[in-house]
């Protein structure tokens, strides 16, 4: 069975930094792309990096560039997303996913950032 | 960016009636157009790919159809948890992008 498990999340002021996990379990992680996606409070889905299979490559959407740094631990089967000078806009559900093609194959249940003063 | 239009925000419709969820893009994405489906408290799940693929366990009532810039979602019969949230979304170009949702509901 496929699981995506996500923590880290919590509340952080503005500016502050925040480090999201993902543990994978159930396909070969080590051979997929995987992206985060985040989704604010009654909102729609979007977008925010991927990572490429061995980590060698990695896309930012352009708000979060310079901020936010993706990475993987393929002997853990561990995504990391290091999230810096956060700001009120970066509150939201944050998914890690399993990519394939471009599209989002399987889904963690979310981890809830919020920043807040 | 691509930027993708859905249509109607909501829709309001009885269990056994057909839906039809409309997503337009901004210019063309070729196939490249998934669709997911979002309950509430839960994460999207993939429906739909590359225009007209259905994702493994999802049932015959789920098509896809369209290309370029215009494309539909359509459920033949509604079930009762068919009702939720539903995002196109695009890989042509980055980033990826989503449509807003449509919302199916029960009238």
């Known amino acids: 069975e496929v699981q995506l498990v996500e923590s880290g999340g919590g509340l952080v002021q503005p500016g502050g930094s925040l480090r999201l996990s993902c543990a994978v379990s159930?396909?070969?992680?080590?051979?997929?792309?995987m992206s985060w996606v985040r989704q604010a409070p009654g909102k729609g889905l979007e977008w925010v990096a991927n990572?490429?299979?061995?980590?060698?490559?990695?896309v930012y959407v352009d708000s979060v560039k310079g901020r936010f740094t993706f990475s993987r631990d393929n002997a853990k089967n561990s995504l990391f997303l290091q999230m810096n000078s956060l700001r009120a806009e970066d509150t939201a559900v944050y998914y890690c996913a399993r990519e394939g093609g471009g599209y989002f194959w399987s889904w963690g249940q979310g981890t809830l950032v919020t920043v807040s003063p | 960016e691509i930027v993708l239009t859905q249509s109607p925000a909501t829709l309001s419709l009885s269990p056994g009636e057909r839906a039809t969820l409309s997503c337009r893009a901004s210019q063309s994405v070729s196939s490249s157009l998934a669709w997911y489906q979002q309950k509430p408290g839960q994460a999207p799940r993939l429906l739909i790919y590359d225009t007209s693929n259905r994702a493994t366990g999802i049932p015959a009532r789920f098509s896809g159809s369209g290309s370029g810039t215009d494309f539909t979602l359509t459920i033949s019969s509604l079930e009762p948890e068919d009702f939720a949230v539903y995002y196109c979304?695009?890989?042509?170009?980055?980033?990826?992008?989503f449509g807003q949702g449509t919302k199916v509901e029960i009238k």
């Open positions: 990572i490429k299979e061995d980590g060698s490559e990695k």
């Open positions: 979304q695009q890989c042509t170009n980055w980033p990826r992008t």
């Open positions: 159930g396909f070969t992680f080590s051979n997929s792309w």
